[in-house]
């Protein structure tokens, strides 16, 4: 979680000033390398969301190269990495992706086996030798379980 704390206060000059009794807040945010750099949401008339910001004296100004150098090499040297996060959802949407590829409910009973064997041999079928031994579905629930594997993995669960 990042540290920050918001300060609200009014000015409260008592001689003729454009700031008298205005309400004011500042943002201030903790300097945690760990989660460098910082983005705007989204565009707004000052922010791009886009860009990183740095403060330059009294005001927040675009990074400039060096700036941006720096942001980024205090992110690499603390080894924090969001890869994990990311590789999560990443891994729980491809094991979504392969359970639809199942079917829950399986028909058993007389609609396949030997008597449709029997009746493709006699038609002339012949196997072919190219095809896999395991079938489709055998080979999705094996991607299943091995993405299951990863993603105890990613969680730190044995």
Known sequence: MIGMCI???TCKRRKSNCLTWKNFQVLIVQDDPNNLPFLPLKDSTDLRSTAIYVRRLASSVEADYEELQNII????ETGHSNQNVLG????LEDLKTLYAHLEKYRMTG???G???QGIRHAMGFRINPGYPKESFDDFVE?????KKKTIRLVLGIN
């Open 114 to 116: 030997e008597h449709l």
């Open 110 to 112: 007389l609609m396949g």
């Open 88 to 91: 999560l959802s990443r891994h």
């Open 73 to 76: 090499n205090r992110r690499i």
């Open 7 to 9: 300060h609200s206060f």
């Open 142 to 146: 094996s991607l299943i379980r091995d």
